[in-house]
């Protein structure tokens, strides 16, 4: 868990579709900068794909390369 903002997103084509644990052609990334600077890029369902804007800040949660949540600041 950490404080992070967002700084951009993307579509990624998948050719195996089976293997996209949404069932769906694409996989959605979201690129976090975190409070130390560094850069995560998450795979996220594609509801929560489209909730974010760039600029976006709260507190992020992640299990390996997957989103588990962000609470956007108030």
Request: net charge negative; charged share 30%; glycine share 6%.
């Amino acid at each position: 868990k950490c404080h992070a903002v967002t700084k951009s997103k993307r579509l990624e084509y998948s050719n195996t579709p089976q293997m996209n644990y949404r069932g769906d052609r694409y996989n959605y990334l979201i690129t976090f900068i975190k409070e130390d600077a560094t850069e995560i890029e998450l795979y996220t369902s594609k509801a929560n794909y489209d909730m974010f804007d760039e600029g976006d800040t709260g507190n992020l949660t992640y299990q390996g390369d997957k989103l588990i949540e962000f609470v956007w600041d108030k």
